[in-house]
């Protein structure tokens, strides 16, 4: 018996299940480290940023290419101009992807863009066929027996 006194007088007021903050944490709030360190970097930014540019400014490589990443950030995409032709049959489908590859192979556009590119031409490929299915079937559907 006084074994269980002691461990209930261990708990928390709450029981086991039970949450002791309900309403949970505040949005937006951060712990007192994180505060901490945004309070000493934000007094500090200024002095380090000027020196990372003096720095690039001397030559150092690495702070160069610090400063140029942030000012310049990498472009994940870029607008392909590439003329293709109707893809409204198989014949142009199969033109499209000729065109991709020819593109590839004379370095007017990447491999992965031509992936994308490719990729874009075989959904249509698939919509076509989805189309051209439904209207066999109507059409077997329709058919007198």
């Given at each position: 018996?006084?074994?269980?006194?002691?461990?209930?007088?261990?708990?928390?007021?709450?029981?086991?299940?039970?949450?002791?903050?309900p309403?949970?944490?505040p949005?937006?709030?951060?712990?007192?480290?994180t505060?901490?360190?945004?309070?000493?970097?934000?007094?500090?930014?200024?002095?380090?940023?000027?020196?990372?540019?003096?720095?690039?400014?001397e030559?150092?490589?690495s702070?160069?290419?610090?400063?140029?990443?942030?000012?310049?950030?990498?472009?994940?995409?870029?607008?392909?101009f590439?003329?293709?032709?109707?893809?409204?049959?198989?014949?142009?489908?199969?033109?499209?992807?000729?065109a991709i590859?020819?593109?590839v192979?004379a370095g007017?556009?990447?491999?992965?863009?031509?992936?994308?590119?490719?990729?874009?031409?075989?959904?249509?490929?698939?919509?076509?066929?989805?189309?051209?299915?439904?209207?066999?079937?109507?059409?077997l559907?329709?058919?007198?027996?």
């Amino acid at each position: 018996m006084i074994d269980k006194t002691r461990t209930e007088n261990l708990r928390p007021g709450w029981k086991p299940g039970q949450s002791g903050n309900p309403s949970g944490r505040p949005k937006g709030s951060r712990n007192r480290v994180t505060l901490v360190a945004l309070a000493a970097m934000e007094e500090g930014a200024d002095a380090i940023a000027r020196k990372v540019v003096d720095l690039a400014k001397e030559g150092d490589i690495s702070a160069a290419r610090l400063v140029l990443e942030r000012l310049v950030p990498p472009a994940k995409e870029r607008p392909i101009f590439l003329s293709l032709p109707d893809t409204g049959s198989a014949d142009g489908i199969a033109e499209a992807q000729q065109a991709i590859l020819q593109a590839v192979a004379a370095g007017d556009i990447l491999p992965g863009e031509a992936a994308t590119l490719a990729g874009i031409v075989e959904a249509r490929r698939k919509a076509l066929e989805t189309q051209e299915l439904e209207a066999r079937i109507s059409a077997l559907e329709t058919r007198p027996k």
